[in-house]
């Protein structure tokens, strides 16, 4: 009888391929049927989640998704973007409200696939064709888990703000880039990537590795 019920039950409410219908006890009150002491109830698949996060370099998330512009999640994702290798580094600081952020934004994107990584056309297995002369991100500012980074670390006071870095050499240059002051923007990545001058052995600035772990340090108090 149990079984003709269950079976009729799945005839008309079409449970999909592969989902077992459960039989609950008298006790659960949301399904129950009237007049009856059984109630039926679909029962959940939770997909499986990893025990541990992996880290992957910013470049390799690039690769991925063949982006240009890496975004910076968090204090931890700055270090990892400047520390990767002796590139400059750009990072455009924008406001989601910030109307000339918006009107920078397609230029920044141009500049970008301009001097980064070109990505080679294979679908299957995605790989970098040509090394960029320079490597760009952005950093949201009205986020929740970068606005103290914004404020304490950076001290961005006006948007969009850029920001570039090299390798041991620290932050080089940072201004407010307006449209009117975005060639200022070309002319320093185009001054600062023709420099051949090779670092080995990338470290990050000191002063703003400090700043990066005690803001970590303070979000965990």
Known sequence: MKTWLLLLFCSIIR?????????????GAA???????????????????SHEDVWVPPSQQLLETRSNIFKIQNPEDLLSFIAEDDRICVIKVFATWCQTCKKIDLRYRKLASKFSDKYADARDVPAIKQRGKARFAELQYDNPQTQDLCDSVLRTTSFPYILIYKGHGGKIREFHCTPAKFQMLVDAVEELAEDDDRVCGVTVDDSLQKQVIDLGLADRR
Not at 18 to 25: E, M
Not at 33 to 38: A, K
């Open 31 to 49: 399904g129950q049927r009237h007049g009856g002491s059984r109630s039926i109830t679909q029962r959940r698949f939770v997909a499986p989640t």
């Open 15 to 27: 449970l999909p391929c592969g989902v077992t219908p459960f039989v609950a006890s008298s006790s």
